[in-house]
């Protein structure tokens, strides 16, 4: 699989769901990959990328952003409070927002800094006790103490139990989306993009399949 691979897909699944040719975004997920795979990929064009860890992105991204104009970060996985200043700096968007004391901690230095990336708060659809996000039940208070501490919220997240039909979990973040009016649905991964584009999907996270398995990190 290639980049030029994955991005044929998701123009596929565009066109055979009647989305507006585009209107997907492809993050490669870079996370645990080395440097000189990033830059090939950075090499071909892409600008959009994803990382787990805001250690490890702050190690990467901030020289890929000296000499590769236009990088669009986004943090895709959970966001500790206390690495919530440093998320801010690096990134452009947060995909991990999950509960009240990160969703303060983010409004404080938004107010301080006078900037905020954009945000999407994750939504743990399989109600998994191992897993973050909040509960679909509550997501509708969430995003509302979200609007009101003015943070830029853009969609929802996702990621459905691996035992389970994706579907189901797509159309039920579609479903809590709509009735939040929020447009940005992050949800669908290497194995099931397409089923995500065909239920609103607005961002794809596509890891392994773009730049080859992950590199163990040594120990």
Known sequence: MSLQDITARIAKAEKSSGRVQGSVRLIAVSKVQP???VAAVLDQGHRCFGENRVQEAASKWPDF???YSGVDLHLIGPLQTNKARQAMDLCDAI????RPKLANTLARLAQEKGSCPDLFIQVNTGEEDQKAGVLPAEADGFVAECR???LPVRGL????????EPALHFALLAKIAAR???DG???GMSSDFETAIALGATHVRVGSAIFGARVKPAE
Not at 95 to 98: F, I, R
Not at 157 to 164: A, G, H, K, T
């Open 148 to 150: 009101g501490l003015d």
């Open 95 to 98: 995909h991990s927002v999950d």
């Open 65 to 67: 952003k000296q000499r």
């Open 185 to 187: 649905l992050s949800m």
């Open 157 to 164: 997240m996702c990621i459905p139990p691996v035992s389970e």
């Open 35 to 37: 440097n000189d795979r």
């Open 180 to 182: 939040n009016g929020l």
